[in-house]
């Protein structure tokens, strides 16, 4: 690995020994600090910003207390909520060391230290905390750019961005595919907010929220007199959209009529009230969505052909949560902030084995579940760190009897699998990604049988 990738890791501990073993073992992998006391800490955090810090509760001047440690983990986590602090304790120590876990801890490992456990810890622990590092510059940026809350790293997401920044200075109508939950609205809401109209209204209709028989009124407005129950004048949604944008939810679930209607007005631009006979002339962009498969609609007779060429001149796939990779603790962590903060509850964070359920799960609500998820867990939980079962999520019967042996190997899946897939297969760059060589990595995908076929790229 080179010097200058090396994640910096802080040591707190005063027994020479341990020391001494810890810088032999990870000094290669680690740009590696010690401290023996908390002052000596907390000068030497503040001054590093370690990601990662491996923190002894036995401290002097109260070696044989866990005082001194707990006051040394408050500092440094007040220094950076994100920071990721792993306790290591004694068995004697092991229920001051779940207290250390319960205010604001990673995670914790009993004396004595098995050392491959260690390195595994370690590479979990910097993973998460550089993901979670990645999503406030993320946030920070799409605070900026105006995406309205559309938190992404991944590739997938990356494009979606791009095809909004293109398509959002056009007038040309755009149809957004994606499961539920995937953010079609806010993917509206930003081409929106990033066009010529954004100084427009953005009106939203939920093509399958609004009885049939009121929908046709509902869009199209009607004139006084028109049937039984118009006493005014009203002008339809797609008329209150004109200047702006306006965004046609579920569209896969317009009826018949009104599919000829909505093919009228995008054909010609203008709208008639029911009961009127003047057309009136729209000027709006039409953003449309739908989790349905239009093409099979067509298909079936259900949906008009030529009502779909009019709304898919351009078309952007929403992708799945599940396809999304580190998103999903990018979204969970943006969530837990968001959410922490509107209640008053400060420096929660997750545990790890909530951090490994949630990219196990797979999510067919997508973010709107993830979302309502974390939301529950936030205002449910008593402790610092989130649960799995807060998140009422659950490993499966095989995982919860894993041994020790089992669970490693599979996480240790899970990382490269994920370090391949951002390296787009690339042998080399996913090595150097992930800290190993490339011959290292050769005999890991061979001994957690990832096909090399499958996973790799020529260079």
Not at 91 to 106: D, W
Not at 176 to 200: C, M, N, V, W, Y
Not at 436 to 451: A, F, G, N, V
Request: charged fraction near 30%; proline fraction near 4%; aromatic fraction near 4%.
């Amino acid at each position: 690995m080179k010097e200058e990738h090396k994640p910096k890791l802080l040591l707190v501990d005063d027994d020479e020994e341990i020391c001494t073993q810890m810088k032999w073992a990870l000094g290669s992998d680690y740009d590696l600090s010690m401290a023996g006391d908390r002052a000596d800490a907390v000068q030497v955090f503040g001054r590093e910003r370690s990601r990662v810090v491996l923190l002894d509760l036995g401290l002097p001047p109260k070696a044989n207390e866990p005082d001194e440690g707990l006051a040394t983990l408050d500092e440094i986590i007040s220094l950076d909520p994100l920071v990721k602090v792993i306790i290591i304790s004694g068995q004697s120590e092991k229920k001051n060391a779940i207290r250390a876990v319960g205010a604001g801890a990673y995670d914790f490992l009993v004396k004595p230290i098995e050392m491959e456990e260690l390195k595994l810890v370690l590479r979990r622990a910097v993973h998460v905390a550089n993901l979670e590092h990645e999503h406030r510059r993320l946030r920070e940026e799409t605070q900026v750019e105006g995406f309205e809350g559309m938190v992404g790293a991944s590739p997938e997401m990356h494009g979606v961005f791009a095809y909004i920044r293109k398509v959002a200075v056009t007038t040309a109508p755009v149809l957004l595919l994606g499961e539920s939950g995937t953010g079609k609205e806010l993917a509206a809401l930003a081409i929106h907010q990033r066009s010529p109209r954004k100084d427009g209204p953005f009106i939203a209709i939920n093509c399958n929220g609004i009885p049939e028989t009121l929908l046709e009124s509902e869009l199209f407005g009607h004139e006084k007199g028109a049937f039984t129950g118009a006493h005014m004048q009203r002008k339809g949604l797609i008329e209150s959209a004109t200047g702006g944008t306006l965004f046609l939810d579920e569209v896969g679930e317009l009826p018949p009529q009104i599919q000829v209607k909505l093919l009228r007005f995008l054909q010609e631009q203008t709208v008639q009230r029911i009961g009127g006979r003047q057309a009136i002339n729209i000027d709006t962009r039409v953003v449309a969505a739908t989790n349905a498969d239009l093409q099979k609609a067509i298909h079936d007779g259900r949906f008009r052909e030529d009502l779909y060429f009019r709304l898919a001149v351009i078309v952007i796939h929403l992708p799945p949560l599940r396809e999304r990779g580190d998103d999903v603790t990018l979204l969970a962590t943006d969530f837990l902030y968001r959410y922490a903060a509107q209640i008053g509850k400060k420096r929660l964070a997750f545990a790890p084995d909530a951090l490994h359920a949630l990219h196990r799960h797979p999510w067919p609500g997508n973010v709107r579940e993830l979302q309502n998820r974390v939301k529950r867990a936030v205002i449910m939980t008593e402790g610092k760190r989130l649960t799995v079962d807060d998140l009422e999520l659950t490993e499966s019967s095989n995982t919860s009897r894993a041994t020790l042996k089992e669970a490693r190997e599979a996480v240790e899946k899970e990382v490269v699998t994920r370090a391949l897939t951002r390296n787009q297969g690339k042998i080399t760059s996913a090595a150097a990604d992930l800290g190993i060589s490339r011959p290292t990595l050769y005999e890991l995908m061979d001994k957690l049988q990832i096909s090399r076929g499958d996973r790799s790229k020529s260079e």
